[in-house]
Each structure stands twice: as structure tokens, then as C-alpha cells.
Antibody
Framework: EVQLVESGGGLVQPGGSLRLSCAAS????????MDWVRQAPGKGLEWVGR??????????EYAASVRGRFTISRDDSKNSLYLQMNSLKTEDTAVYYC?????????????WGQGTLVTVSS | SYELTQPPSVSVSPGQTARITCSGD??????AYWYQQKPGQAPVLVIY???ERPSGIPERFSGSSSGTTVTLTISAVQAEDAADYYC???????????FGGGTTLTVL
């Protein structure tokens, strides 16, 4: 059974940093592109970014709203995905989901974690 | 930047058919995906590649595509179908995932 479990959320002050983790199981993690998606309270889904797999050089893309502040990485030996968030703003407050892309280049997010809440507030 | 446009809300009575549209200039070139999200839960994929239904998704969920518009159709709507629905596609030229703004389906 495919499982994605996020952790690391919490309360952080504006300008602070936080690192989210996503533990994957039930599939060959190293084969898949992985994404982060967030959802501000009462708002819609917003794509944050993605990391490709080793065959595709672990390249990353980011939404304009987080580029330069957030960094996505992965450790295939630990079946884990990470989101390093720096220079956090109040507008980054959201539930953060990790999601698996079903196939290379498909953009199809077929499995999602349960999400972890990040609150940026003084 | 590439955008997908959905109606904010759709309302139907139980047993009727609900149709939720999603419009975007790149939809003729890129597949669309639909997700269902209930309060406090993660999104669930209900339609992929415009028209395909994942295993475990009821047959009353279907998808169609015509030009720059894709449509999620839910036949014989049940109370349990009340949820937010999001379309998603991609700007493949830059590798971005794009979501529509979401549609709240109300079952009267």
C-alpha cells in the first residue's frame, strides 16, 4: 500500500525557517517525481514545486511565490522527500501536502499524504 | 502565467447530474486531472488523463474534453459527493503543475 506521511509542521515566526519531511512507503520511491502542494486556510490548492528522479538528475522546479526561499530535496536511500522553507512569510501559512507523480513526466498526482500544518505568525 | 478557470460553486439535488467545467488555453495539448477533497482530508484523484477513472472510483464519475474545456460529470449524485473539486493540468514548457481555483459541489 502506498503511503506518504508528512511531518515537521508547526508555528514559526515571520522570517524564520522550517523543514518538512515526507516519508514514503509501499512503492519504489526512487523511480518517481515528487511534488509539494499547499493549501492556505479556506483556500484552494497551490502547487509549490517538484523534484525529478535520479535518471532526470534530481532537477527541481518551483512556483514563483516560493522560488528562492524554498528548496526541495530527496534522499532515495531513506525514501524521504524534504521541503526546506526559509524567509517564511505569513502568507506561507498552509497545510503542506507531499504527492507522488504517477509516471515520469505525467503530472498526475496519484497519491497524497495527509498534510502537515505550517503557521507563520508572530 | 497559465491559468485554469472553474466555477466557484455548483448545486444539484440528489439523483441529478452535476457538471463541473474547467477552462484553460493549454488543455488541448495537456491532459487534465480531477481531484475530490472533503473537509479535513487530502485530495483524492477521481479522473486522470481527461477521461480515465482510477480503480475504486465509482462509475458515476466521468470526464470529457472539448477544445479548451474539460468537464467532470457526476451522474446520479449522492450526498457523499458533496466536496470541493479541483482540476489540474500542467505548463509542460516550464514543468509547472497548475490547479484550477476549485468548485464546491453542494448536494441540496
Amino acid at each position: 500500500e502506498v503511503q506518504l506521511v508528512e511531518s515537521g509542521g508547526g508555528l514559526v515566526q515571520p522570517g524564520g525557517s522550517l523543514r518538512l519531511s515526507c516519508a514514503a512507503s509501499g512503492f519504489t520511491f526512487s523511480d518517481h517525481f515528487m511534488d509539494w502542494v499547499r493549501q492556505a486556510p479556506g483556500k484552494g490548492l497551490e502547487w509549490v514545486g517538484r523534484t525529478r528522479n535520479k535518471v532526470n538528475s534530481y532537477t527541481t522546479e518551483y512556483a514563483a511565490s516560493v522560488r528562492g526561499r524554498f528548496t526541495i530535496s530527496r534522499d532515495d536511500s531513506k525514501n524521504s522527500l524534504y521541503l526546506q522553507m526559509n524567509s517564511l512569510k505569513t502568507e506561507d501559512t498552509a497545510v503542506y501536502y507531499c504527492a507522488r507523480e504517477e509516471d515520469v513526466g505525467s503530472y498526475q498526482l496519484d497519491y497524497w499524504g495527509q498534510g502537515t500544518l505550517v503557521t507563520v505568525s508572530s | 502565467s497559465y491559468e485554469l478557470t472553474q466555477p466557484p460553486s455548483v448545486s444539484v439535488s440528489p439523483g441529478q447530474t452535476a457538471r463541473i467545467t474547467c477552462s484553460g488555453d493549454a488543455l488541448p495539448k495537456q491532459f487534465a486531472y480531477w481531484y475530490q477533497q472533503k473537509p479535513g482530508q487530502a485530495p483524492v484523484l477521481v479522473i486522470y488523463k481527461d477521461t480515465e477513472r482510477p480503480s475504486g472510483i465509482p462509475e458515476r464519475f466521468s470526464g470529457s474534453s472539448s477544445g479548451t474545456t474539460v468537464t467532470l460529470t457526476i451522474s446520479a449524485v449522492q450526498a457523499e459527493d458533496a466536496a470541493d473539486y479541483y482540476c489540474q493540468s500542467a505548463d509542460s514548457s516550464i514543468g509547472y503543475v497548475v490547479f484550477g481555483g476549485g468548485t464546491t459541489l453542494t448536494v441540496l
